[in-house]
């Protein structure tokens, strides 16, 4: 048996909550998706809110992955010790709240998925996110394990995909907001894409207004940013995974506009 796994990229600002919420039923009835995880550490543009939170879960969501910005709104923080369906990365310290992992059951068994994230220019005080991933695939039984690698590097990203080949069903990246091109089956099995992009305006700098990105590289004072105007776009990845294996055995890059 086989089940379609859809990754949604970095869901940025209202435009990308607002497309979301149009597209994602069907998305996931075209594509026969049997399990969604979205990652929503953009949603405020920095950061997410519970109620924006809310929001991804009502669009079709079954998890939501997070990010560096996880800490950027402080009301957050009870609401990650609160809902299980929402990670943050599991290689912050341990005294932060919420999880890095969770398992979930579902019609074809149990599914774990696991939110990390590199180390390459992020300072986040985090441990090694691959020494993290091997404590957490040793205390795994389900053979369904999926991972959000949210990571500036494509060269981290890639490194952890080969370094959970044979372990992960699929390791897909996060973070830069731009879809690369490489999806597809590892060596031993393991679904994988450098990065599966952004959900948001489709005319932005990595969703943020162009004019005000133009400034900040010409040496403007540094403001909030702004989410750019216009019609959005979502951008994920479909991992074809046989339920008996765990083993991937297809992947789709996916843009919908």
């Not at 149009?22 to 109620?51: C, D, M, R, W």
């Amino acid at each position: 048996m086989t089940v379609n796994i859809l990754a949604v990229g970095d869901v940025c600002g209202k435009t990308g909550i607002d497309f979301l919420t149009q597209n994602l039923s069907a998305v996931k009835k075209t594509y026969n998706i049997a399990f969604t995880v979205v990652n929503g550490e953009n949603a405020n543009v920095v950061g997410i809110t519970p109620a924006q939170a809310e929001n991804i879960f009502s669009a079709g969501a079954d998890v939501i992955t997070l990010g560096n910005h996880t800490w950027a709104r402080y009301e957050l923080k009870e609401y990650l010790d609160a809902n299980k369906r929402i990670l943050r990365p599991a290689n912050f310290a341990l005294c932060c709240p919420g999880m890095g992992h969770g398992v979930y059951k579902t019609p074809f068994g149990e599914v774990a998925v696991i939110n990390i994230m590199g180390r390459f220019t992020l300072d986040a005080n985090t441990d090694n996110p691959f020494y993290v991933a091997d404590e957490i695939f040793s205390s795994l039984e389900t053979k369904l394990v999926f991972v959000d690698m949210h990571a500036e590097a494509t060269s981290e990203k890639a490194a952890m995909g080969f370094y959970l080949d044979g372990r992960a069903s699929a390791v897909w990246g996060t973070h830069t907001h731009v879809q690369t091109s490489d999806s597809g089956v590892l060596p031993q099995g393991t679904g994988f894409i450098t990065d599966i992009g952004m959900t948001g305006p489709a005319v932005s700098v990595l969703g943020i207004d162009p004019q005000q990105s133009v400034e900040k590289f010409l040496g403007e004072p540094p403001r909030r940013y702004e989410s750019a105007e216009g019609p959005g776009k979502m951008e994920g990845a479909v991992f074809t995974i046989d339920t008996e294996t765990g083993k991937c055995v297809k992947v789709e890059a996916l843009r919908i506009t």
